[in-house]
């Protein structure tokens, strides 16, 4: 459903003394957003993943404009002192209003933000390499991506820092941020907002964190692995079972005398475990995980 011009007007009453201006603007900004969010998508559009394109934009243009929807309807409950005059005025119940618009505001940019970076995911090539627990330099490729986006993290506060000093202009506060590291477009997307206060959302830094202490933890994981792998026998016996870590192929692999039976079968099919007529066994990648599975399943 549309957001029409009479609903925007009528969302900026409270706060403006020329809310059709406001409103048509606001709509011409979400159309703008929209437009752009198509364009920006289509680079990676190919004959083969068309149509399942064409279904993430329509869920993106829905949702964004059901919280771009939800943002007016709390908007319309704020009001300044400005219009609506200092005598009488109601600042408890503005704070209030305010702050819940505030909060739709930043649940509307946070969902976009993360619905894009989810169609990013799916449809750009160049998002889609994914560091493996098999690869040799696993550990180093990750603390190489954790200290990249330590970096960011760092160039998002300066951003920040700058964007909200007073006594700037924009063009000195443009020549900090370029010092700092950004390019033009971003200079002016964090200096001109469409919504909100100027510099990077909160959300955006808290992402970037929750992404880095991921990534520690997944550096942790690895450590942890090799050194089990240092104090683990590569070959052993469990319940009549002969189990091989093999550090080569990154697999746990289960030797059984004969088949099993269905009811184990089934249970190392959902523990994760797949059968591999090549090797005579069956096996999933090797780590902490592999081993639970494999016990509880033989014990």
């Known amino acids: 459903m549309e957001i029409t011009l009479a609903t925007a007007t009528a ?7 020329t809310p059709e201006k406001r409103g048509e603007r606001f709509i011409k900004d979400l159309h703008d957003h929209l437009d752009y969010i198509e364009q920006w998508a289509g680079q990676w559009r190919t004959e083969d993943n068309s149509d399942a394109l064409d279904e993430a934009l329509a869920y993106y243009r829905t949702g964004y404009t059901g919280k771009a929807r ?28 305010s702050e819940s618009a505030d909060k739709r505001l930043n649940e509307w940019l946070e969902w976009s933000h993360k619905q894009r970076e989810r169609i990013a995911r799916k449809f750009n090539p160049a998002a889609q390499t994914v560091i493996s627990a098999d690869d040799e330099d696993a550990i180093a490729q990750l603390q190489t991506k954790r200290d990249r986006l330590a970096q960011r993290q760092e160039m998002y506060k300066a951003a920040n820092k700058v964007c909200r000093k007073t006594g700037l ?6 020549r900090q941020l370029n010092d700092i ?25 808290s992402n970037n964190n929750a992404n880095i202490k991921r990534i520690e ?3 942790k994981a690895l450590e942890n692995e090799a050194t089990r792998r240092e104090n683990t026998p590569s070959e052993y016996e469990v319940n009549g079972v002969r189990v091989i870590e093999d550090d080569g192929d990154n697999r746990l692999k289960l030797f059984f005398d004969g088949k099993p039976s269905l009811e184990t079968r089934t249970k190392l099919k959902r523990r994760g475990f797949h059968w591999s007529s090549l090797q005579g066994c ?18």
């Open 70 to 97: 939800d943002y007016i309807a709390a908007h319309s409950r704020c009001i300044s002192s400005f219009i609506a005059g200092p005598s009488g005025f109601p600042v408890e119940r503005a704070r209030k209003a």
């Open 169 to 174: 202009d924009d063009d000195e506060k443009a």
């Open 282 to 299: 069956w096996m999933r990648q090797l780590n902490q995980n592999a081993r639970y599975a494999m016990r509880e399943v033989l014990q």
């Open 181 to 205: 590291g950004f390019n033009e477009k971003t200079i002016y997307e964090v200096l001109h907002p469409r919504w909100g206060k100027p510099g990077f959302e909160s959300y955006v830094l």
């Open 11 to 17: 969302a900026f009453r409270g706060t403006s003394f």
């Open 217 to 219: 933890e997944r550096v």
